[in-house]
Nanobody
């Protein structure tokens, strides 16, 4: 069993930055592929970024060059550094863990980009 808790969301002006964190507990964090998803009002949840257990990363095209996903296995944490934020990045951001047989979701953290 894995529990995921996101933090770091908030209100930021366009062009600003935020760093989201996701703390995992309850299992061997290093064996999980980790992702960030987001869901904007009235839209479906979409994939944002992934970091595999081996450290490989990939991103949705709309955030490439602006967002960076990273992980610290010693701290059981995954991060999403978000730079040059745009109003269209406004959404609830969810942490996701994929193990061999199960997947887990966090409760989400709100990110609002507005002047």
């Amino acid at each position: 069993q894995v529990q995921l808790e996101e933090s770091g969301g908030g209100l930021v002006q366009p062009g600003g930055s935020l760093r989201l964190s996701c703390a995992a507990s309850g299992s061997v964090f290093s064996s999980y592929h980790m992702r960030w998803y987001r869901q904007a009002p009235g839209k479906q949840r979409e994939f944002v970024a992934q970091i595999t257990k081996g450290g490989f990363t990939n991103y949705v095209d709309s955030v490439k060059g602006r967002f960076t996903i990273s992980r610290d296995n010693a701290k059981n944490s995954v991060y999403l550094q978000m730079n040059s934020l745009k109003p269209e990045d406004t959404a609830v951001y969810y942490c996701y863990a994929e193990g061999a047989t199960r997947v887990y979701w966090g409760q989400g953290t709100q990110v609002t980009v507005s002047s």
